[in-house]
């Protein structure tokens, strides 16, 4: 499950954010956010901060959600408080065809 995720995660591309949720459902694990989370802990050379919480929020505390914004702000994106725009950062995955 975990790999499936990690390469989910790998597709967002620079500029963009998905959340959670998103990155569960186009892994094939819908209402999987929890074990995106385990997953993205695991992941070595993985774009994390390009998964944000529901309705745009940044959810990470402390020096990692300090790292996320600095991360993100380096690819472009517009954080307002504690939120990026989804309608326009968030990406839409495309279904992949085997």
């Known amino acids: 499950m975990f790999e499936k995720v990690l390469a989910t ?9 998905a959340t959670y949720g998103d990155v569960a459902a186009a ?9 995106v989370v385990w997953a993205l802990r695991t992941g070595k050379g993985v774009p994390w ?3 944000i919480g529901a309705r745009g929020r940044i959810l990470l505390k402390g020096e990692n959600g300090f790292e996320q914004r600095l991360r993100l702000r380096s690819e ?4 307002a408080g504690d939120r990026v ?3 326009k950062y968030g990406h839409a995955f495309r279904r992949r065809v085997n």
């Open 9 to 17: 995660v790998r597709r967002i591309p620079k500029g963009k954010v």
């Open 27 to 35: 892994s094939g694990y819908p209402g999987a956010s929890r074990q």
């Open 76 to 79: 472009g994106i517009v954080i």
């Open 85 to 87: 725009s989804l309608e």
């Open 49 to 51: 901060h390009r998964v």
